[in-house]
């Protein structure tokens, strides 16, 4: 969707700039501990230098980046027999949970991936702003997020709009 134009119902335009980012490799999650998701694979980038991403964190360095961003997740949680507990994704800004999926697995369980999918709209209007992706599970063990594999229904990805 980069650089479509949408009109709304009072007939201005907003156009869209549009980040993509996925993992290139599986990221192992301890039980029951929050990990920030830190998608290493930069496959678009629109927006621009001024929305930094860091470590898993993504700051706003200068005004032209302000604004409202609509974020779009993908979370792959590789297959796992059982599947007891949780599976939770959050969206946060400045460290304040801005949405939450949640996912729970009985003991009965099967041995399917499974998938948080999660979107939320944010508003980052100063230099400073800080947004970050974070994942937790309570399995009893390890568990991996799936990193890049040839077929893209089973890739963690994560999209970011930004609004103009």
């Known amino acids: 969707m980069s650089n479509q134009v949408f009109k709304n119902q009072t007939e201005r335009y907003i156009a869209l700039k549009v980040n993509e980012y996925r993992l290139s490799a599986n990221i192992v999650t301890t039980n029951d501990t929050d990990i920030n998701v830190q998608f290493d694979t930069v496959v678009k980038d629109e ?27 993908n979370i792959v949680w590789q297959a796992q027999g059982g599947g007891v507990g949780f599976r939770r994704v959050f969206i946060r ?23 948080n999918l999660c979107s939320a709209t944010i508003v980052l209007d100063k230099v400073g702003d ?21 077929d893209p229904n089973t890739n963690s990805n994560l999209e970011i709009y930004k609004l103009n």
């Open 130 to 150: 800080i947004m970050e992706i974070i994942a937790r599970q309570t399995s009893g063990g390890a568990l991996n997020i799936q990193g890049f594999t040839a």
């Open 47 to 73: 927006i621009g230098s001024n929305l930094q991403y860091t470590n898993g964190v993504f700051t706003v360095l200068a005004p032209d980046a302000l604004g409202i961003y609509i974020i779009n997740l």
């Open 93 to 115: 800004k400045n460290i304040e949970t801005i949405t939450r999926v949640e996912d729970r697995r009985s003991s009965i369980g099967g041995t399917s991936s499974d998938v």
